[in-house]
């Protein structure tokens, strides 16, 4: 019920709202505030001594993500939970790993920062190629949704496993920023179907 409209065979065209209210209109723009930053971040569209400013932004966006994951788990959507449970984890371990990389919380020597980044980012990785996949019976924006988080990521990695790159940085911030604009347009189909209006298209399942 990511934007109001639950999944599978015989799911109604029209975008009835849920008797307990939609999770999404928590979800989505709590997500996008964390993301927005840190596509500008990756883009270099702020000095990068203002990153510090993501890591309370990714502990806002976690906390408010749980929250509509047991919102969710409530109205017994379990995809829509598990979904916003990742990424409440990813936001919640970055903040951590942010915070414990710049004091040294986890002993972890300066030189293997870069492979431990990696190791966290890899983690992550396989987690989002089972969500685009698990997304594919969902409406189609969804899956674009969660396919630009994956290829995100995977330009995040390269970055980190070849020296820093300024293509490959300003490549993954496009990313981040193409998949705000995705999440955007499911929070105004939510937002819209919330106040009783029509909901946006959303595109057909690739997988039927």
């Not at 840190?38 to 270099?44: A, K, R, S």
């Amino acid at each position: 019920m990511i934007d109001g409209t639950p999944y599978g065979p015989g799911a109604p065209v029209a975008h009835a709202v849920p008797a307990h209210g939609n999770p999404a209109m928590l979800a989505l723009p709590a997500f996008l505030v964390a993301s927005v930053a840190l596509g500008f971040n990756l883009l270099g569209w702020y000095p990068a001594a203002a990153g510090g400013a993501l890591v309370p932004l990714a502990l806002v966006t976690a906390l408010f993500l749980l929250i509509a994951c047991v919102w969710s788990t409530s109205l017994g959507d379990s995809y829509s939970a598990g979904v916003q449970g990742v990424f409440s984890a990813f936001w919640l371990g970055y903040a951590v790993w942010t915070l414990g990389a710049v004091h040294s919380w986890f002993g972890v020597p300066p030189a293997d920062l870069g492979q431990a980044t990696q190791l966290f980012l890899i983690a992550f990785l396989i987690v989002a190629l089972l969500l685009v996949i698990g997304s594919l019976r969902g409406p189609l924006v969804f899956t674009i949704f969660i396919f630009f988080i994956m290829v995100a990521v995977v330009l995040i990695l390269l970055n980190t496993v070849y020296a820093p790159s300024t293509t490959l940085s300003d490549l993954a911030g496009l990313a981040v920023l193409i998949f705000c604009v995705f999440g955007g347009y499911m929070y105004l189909s939510a937002a819209l179907a919330g106040k009783e209006g029509p909901a946006l298209p959303m595109g057909a399942p690739l997988l039927k």
